[in-house]
């Protein structure tokens, strides 16, 4: 998969950004591509870790190796579209907020630079909505003859939320959103190497030929 592309503005780095989200806002987390921070790379595979950020069950602590030297960040990024672990401040952080939506699975992490990792927690999504309505996007670009279309904002039927604080698409887009009052904990903790976008500034492509 190939990293989202932001929407002008709309991406703030957590750290350094002056904008403060919006409470009654709905925004993207998505992977800064910071070098300054650890990455980590396994074995099981992009599908296999996609399944188990989207809650499928773990029955043993998942294997992670730093792929890169980085230092922690509050988010530990595997794939394009989610996190694949968190840091134990960010757990105690929403388990006091009571923030809903998400699960946490044992992880072992190791740097071949200077051993084991500690601290984190690998993160499962299960908040739901969607799927994502195509249709309610505007198409800004086509590419390769039409084939492809580069469309602005993510939009849903609410019907098909479950009121969770952090959910997660369908596994064919498996964009992980949050609530304003996520964005905003996240933004007073000054947690790092994360992004935000409100979803009516997302940028992403259609294959018009799989749609």
């Known amino acids: 998969m190939k990293p989202p592309v932001r929407?002008?503005?709309a991406t703030i780095n957590s750290r350094r950004g002056h904008?403060?989200?919006r409470e009654d806002g709905v925004y993207a987390l998505i992977d800064p591509w910071n070098e300054e921070y650890l990455r980590m790379r396994t074995s099981l595979g992009i599908t296999a870790m996609l399944e188990i950020l989207g809650g499928a069950p773990v029955m043993a602590p998942v294997r992670l190796d730093q792929g890169l030297r980085g230092i922690p960040g509050s988010f530990a990024?595997?794939?394009?579209?989610g996190p694949v672990a968190v840091q134990e401040s960010i757990v105690a952080l929403w388990t006091s907020a009571g923030v809903t939506g998400w699960r946490?699975?044992?992880v072992e992490i190791q740097n071949r630079f200077e051993g084991e990792v500690t601290g984190y927690r690998g993160l499962a999504v299960i908040g739901r909505c969607g799927p994502i309505d195509r249709s309610r996007s505007q198409v800004v670009e086509r590419l390769d003859g039409g084939r492809y279309e580069r469309r602005v904002g993510l939009h849903w039927d609410p019907a098909t939320c479950d009121g969770s604080d952090i959910f997660m698409t369908p596994t064919d887009d498996s964009w992980i959103l949050m609530t304003g009052r996520v964005a905003l904990l996240l933004h007073q903790h000054r947690a790092r190497n994360y992004n935000w976008v409100d979803v009516s500034a997302i940028r992403y492509l259609v294959?018009?030929?799989r749609v």
């Not at 990024?77 to 579209?81: C, E, G, I, N, S």
């Open 104 to 106: 946490t699975y044992p």
């Open 77 to 81: 990024w595997f794939t394009m579209r």
């Open 207 to 209: 294959d018009t030929a």
């Open 19 to 21: 904008v403060v989200p």
């Open 7 to 9: 929407g002008t503005g």
